[in-house]
């Protein structure tokens, strides 16, 4: 066995595989890997690794460095044909890296482990990973709406920017820039006060040029998809029902478009989305090992 850095050429190899070893409702094509790996500006730090076997692949791991040496695996697999064989040990061996999460990244292809892999939840918790955060997809089906909503456009760049950078992660900020730079500025709903934004919710569906993560996996069952987050009220302007507002705007916007079937990913605050007619859709587990270890 031989064990490679991957390259932008292995990504035809790389798609071919993930389908191949993956669950078929988690199926990818090169746009969204291309997306989430080597058009990604945390992709510079990438620490990914294929194992093959000749020609022919026979595992890969996909992983970046974060920051302060903490390495976060955004996938990894072996061909069926060779589980438990320790190539899935040595992919991640070959990162030498003490702190790892598994999941939820810069740009994540999943926030963790999906609830029911339960194979791959003994694979880490052998290799010294523990469960930490839980995360949760939401579903909602999509009926005619009001068209009452409030899109961005190219002019609110400045102030929503401002607004989610001072308010919110520097992850959101990135992510909200994306969409500016995207052309997708209307896919940001937002609520004004005194004509300063203090809300705002992203929105995604079968027409915006980047693929956020409600979307990755919706797509491939669904064609006109669509999904909303993140969601953000600014901490004083919270408790007076402006999140649900945001939201509500956000459905009306996509169902404006045809969008007909609704993710949210990554949340906690399932009761939140319920209220709004969400239900329940895919649960996550994240996985660490050592966050707390600086060393
Ligand atoms: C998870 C995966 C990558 C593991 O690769 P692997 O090469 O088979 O794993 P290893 O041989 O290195 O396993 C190391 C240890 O993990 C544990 N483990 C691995 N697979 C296991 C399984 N199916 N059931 C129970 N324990 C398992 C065992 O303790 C194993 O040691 P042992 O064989 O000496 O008992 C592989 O099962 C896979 O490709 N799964 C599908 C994709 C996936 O779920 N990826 C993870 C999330 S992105």
């Not at 790389?14 to 990818?28: A, K, Q, T």
């Not at 069926?80 to 890296?97: D, T, V």
């Not at 999941?103 to 523990?130: I, K, N, Q, R, V």
């Amino acid at each position: 066995m031989q064990i490679t850095p991957a390259r932008v050429e292995h990504l035809d190899l790389l798609v071919e595989s993930w389908n191949r070893w993956f669950p078929s409702h988690y199926r990818i094509d090169e746009r969204l890997l291309r997306q989430l790996t080597f058009d990604h500006p945390s992709w510079r730090k990438n620490r990914a690794q294929l194992a093959f076997d000749g020609d022919s692949l026979i595992g890969f791991m996909l992983a970046r460095e974060v920051n302060d040496g903490l390495v976060v695996i955004d996938a990894v697999a072996v061909d069926p044909e060779l589980r438990r064989q320790k190539i899935g040990s040595r992919l991640i061996q070959e990162l030498k890296a003490n702190r790892c999460r598994m999941g939820g990244g810069p740009s994540h292809f999943l926030p963790g482990l999906p609830e029911d892999w339960t194979p791959a939840a003994d694979f880490f918790t052998a290799l010294g990973f523990e469960k930490d955060w839980d995360a949760e997809d939401l579903y909602l089906t999509l009926s005619p709406r009001s068209t009452d909503f409030r899109c961005c456009t190219s002019a609110d760049r400045k102030n929503v920017l401002e607004m989610v950078g001072s308010e919110f992660s520097q992850r959101w900020t990135d992510d909200s820039q994306a969409r500016f730079e995207a052309g997708d500025e209307t896919d940001i709903l937002i609520i004004e006060r005194d004509g300063t934004p203090v809300a705002f919710c992203h929105a995604w569906h079968f027409k915006s040029a980047l693929l956020g993560p409600s979307i990755f996996w919706l797509r491939n069952d669904c064609p006109t998809f669509g999904g909303i987050g993140p969601v953000g009220v600014m901490s004083s302007e919270r408790g007076q029902g402006l999140g649900a507002k945001v939201v509500e705007q956000a459905l009306n916007y996509l169902a404006s478009l045809g969008v007909t079937e609704v993710v949210v990913d990554w949340t906690s605050i399932g009761p939140f989305y319920q209220k709004l007619g969400f239900e329940s859709w895919r649960r996550y587990h994240g996985y660490s090992r050592n966050l707390g270890d600086k060393s």
